[in-house]
């Protein structure tokens, strides 16, 4: 009887919180695929952006303000991208922390320039989408011209003298940074042997394995999603084929592992030093395991995006976002993945690409943390 | 020639399950003359159940895989067919006597009703399985490069032919065959004569329904996923089979598929991966121009 009672004050009491909280709060919106092939990484986005609002207002909200997030769904496709924000746009919301895809993010940033909203994506990695100049925009995770070097500087020397193939998906992300790549690979003097795209969202890749096969491939590097490059794996191994693959950031999450079984053990991708090891992300890392989140890949880097932009926006005094965004450039941010600095295209100064590695239990660890 | 054995066999494997989706087609085409647009999707709906079923005798502690699958076989098959009848009652029974389009803008409804109610039920995300089968067989080794023969595509080319068979006979030697050839030709004859019209066209769709199961199994254990959306691609290229081999001919949409299945492959191997779906489509349109019933297809007899 006892617990009921308190159930029912409880309740009364959130209630009464999320009444009070509607009527003057300000809403920030979490865009990014929430279905979908991608929506793993959707999910990293608003576990990122939901812990961060959360501990927002458990620390007093912003400017007085209580915070309320909007979560929009893209399902990484750059038409729903744009129709999302332009809802963001016309809906007055502030700040927005996506998306995910680089095809998505790019065109959607025009609309927000459009709208008068601040995007910070958390995890598309194209160079384009800080290079048109457009006031809105910055990112807080790397970008593939320098991925693509680490890559590409990591195969030339790792696998000096072995046959490597190179695959795209034919989109924004998946080709930018095969490209990418292929520059860095050919400046250290290595040429690829084979250079394929296949379309995003085949699930048949037989016909490329053999090939690969043909050509005595020891390492294939895929410019493209987690779930294509699972598949390829696991129709890799099924023909028999020891290839190595390697990829980039979107293979940080634990779905490759559960799609390629334990044959994604030895499968090489790049990605930020792991946020999750830095001493500024203990306290956080632990709410999330308290939650039984992994806040891995680019759960932290979307709390980081809400911080900066709440950090900013406290600073100024306001959520404009012409105004927040001056002084996001301005100024040097204390967030969960480090201190961040962005130059005048809203490209952070800092992050550098390691090389991780899977292995047979599906986890995956850096190789030489230490740098080498 | 190593090479070109191994994408055969790729090719043959990827078209006998376009095939089997491709039948629901034809099937349905051949009978009430309309194209089930849901059809794909009850071909993802089948590939949810098998993992469900397989999970769930998973965790009951079974470890025999070829009890297993055939259980998954059969439960999917069964809850499938299920579907395929619900949609076809609820969906196209009401507008048969209706204009011709309706039927078929109802399946494009039903199948974004399917699609979504996936989505909701099971989640946007993609479902992996472990892989089920493993092994296979060297077939060649020659100059370094080893052809394999993996089991899963024995169990899927096989798993093929038999019901292929099984459902051969069905049609040609059995009474509901007889019924069905008969609804095909002219349903208000065929009422006239006693054959229960309705009652056919259901088992119609329970067929189509339950080789979709079996098509959605097989995907899940050749590709190891499934996700609510596949259903989409994997129709059209089924339906692009389907008229290849020439609508409402059974051993056409087979053909269809396989055609459809190595002219992906082979087209990927010997020239670009990235056109292997317009090689496909011209080599739809070249048949289509010079054949305009398909490859098996009979011209259509005017009924009066």
């Not at chain 1, 053990?265 to 830095?278: W, Y």
């Amino acid at each position: 009887m006892k617990s009921l009672k308190l159930i029912g004050l409880a309740f009364g009491a959130s209630l009464a919180l999320s009444t009070a909280a509607f009527a003057q709060d300000t809403t920030i919106a979490v865009a990014g695929p929430m279905t979908g092939g991608e929506s793993a990484f959707g999910r990293q986005m608003k576990n990122g952006a939901e812990q961060a609002v959360t501990d927002l207002n458990a620390a007093g909200g912003l400017l007085g303000k209580k915070l309320a997030l909007d979560v929009e769904d893209d399902a990484c496709d750059p038409k729903q991208a744009r129709s999302v924000a332009e809802k963001i746009g016309s809906a007055k919301i502030p700040f927005v922390a996506g998306h995910y895809c680089s095809s998505s993010s790019i065109p959607a940033s025009e609309a927000y320039a459009d709208g008068n909203v601040l995007q910070i994506t958390p995890a598309s990695t194209n160079p384009l989408f800080t290079e048109r100049n457009l006031w809105n925009v910055a990112r807080v995770c790397g970008r593939d011209d320098q991925q693509g070097t680490v890559a590409g500087d990591y195969i030339a020397k790792a696998f000096k003298g072995k046959n490597i193939a190179i695959l795209n998906d034919k989109t924004t992300y998946g080709k930018g940074l095969a490209d990418e790549t292929k520059k860095a690979l050919n400046k250290a003097g290595v040429t690829e042997k084979m250079y394929e795209s296949y379309n995003k969202g085949d699930k048949d890749f037989n016909a490329i394995v053999s090939r690969l096969k043909r050509d005595n491939i020891d390492l294939v590097y895929v410019g493209g999603y987690h779930q294509e490059a699972g598949l390829i794996l696991r129709q890799m191994r099924d023909q028999g084929l020891q290839t190595v693959l390697m990829a980039g950031d979107a293979m940080a999450d634990k779905e490759f592992a559960s799609i390629t079984g334990p044959a994604g053990a030895g499968t090489l991708f790049t990605f930020g030093p792991d946020p999750r090891n830095k001493p500024t992300a203990k306290t956080i890392v632990e709410a999330f395991k308290a939650k039984n989140i992994d806040p891995e890949g680019y759960t932290l880097y979307t709390y980081a995006a809400v911080q900066v932009w709440s950090q900013a926006a406290k600073k100024v005094g306001t959520t404009d976002p012409m105004k927040v965004m001056a002084a996001i450039k301005a100024g040097s941010w204390d967030t969960v993945i480090g201190t961040l600095e962005f130059d005048a295209k809203g490209d952070i100064k800092q992050l550098d690409y390691v090389v991780y590695k899977w292995d047979d239990k599906g986890n995956y660890a850096e190789i030489n943390p230490k740098g080498s | 020639m190593d090479y070109f054995a191994q994408q055969v066999i790729n090719g043959v494997v990827l078209g006998s399950i376009y095939g089997l989706i491709a039948i629901g087609y034809t099937m349905v085409y051949g009978i009430v003359g309309m194209i089930n647009f849901a059809h794909g999707d009850i071909f993802m709906i089948g590939g949810f159940i098998a993992l469900i079923s397989f999970l769930i005798l998973v965790s009951l502690g079974l470890t025999f895989v070829p009890v297993i699958l055939l259980i998954v076989l059969l439960v999917s098959m069964a809850i499938t067919a299920l579907y395929g009848w619900t949609v076809e009652r609820i969906a196209y029974r009401p507008l048969r006597h209706s204009f011709r389009l309706a039927p078929m803008l109802s399946a494009i409804g039903m199948s974004f009703v399917l699609s979504n109610y996936s989505q909701v039920a099971q989640g946007a995300r993609v479902k992996p399985v472990p892989p089920i089968i493993t092994g296979g067989y060297t077939l060649l080794d020659s100059n370094g490069f080893v052809v394999r023969l993996s089991n899963v595509q024995i169990v899927v080319v096989i798993t093929t032919i038999v019901l292929l068979a099984i459902f051969t006979w069905l049609v040609s030697r059995t009474r509901l065959g007889r019924d069905m050839r008969a609804c095909e030709q002219d349903q208000t004859m065929a009422a006239l004569l006693g054959v229960d019209v309705d009652r056919t066209i259901s088992m119609t769709f329970v067929i189509g329904a339950a080789l979709a199961a079996v098509a959605g199994m097989m995907y899940l254990l050749y590709y190891g996923l499934v996700d609510f959306y596949m259903g989409f691609v994997a129709g059209i290229k089924a339906f692009t089979a389907a008229v290849l081999g020439g609508i409402g001919s059974l051993p056409g949409a087979m053909l269809g598929g396989l055609l459809i299945g190595l002219i992906e492959t082979l087209w990927s191997a010997y020239f670009s991966v990235e056109y292997k779906d317009v090689a496909a489509f011209s080599i739809l349109i070249i048949v289509l121009i010079f054949l305009p019933t398909g490859l098996l297809g009979r011209p259509e007899v005017e009924k009066v």
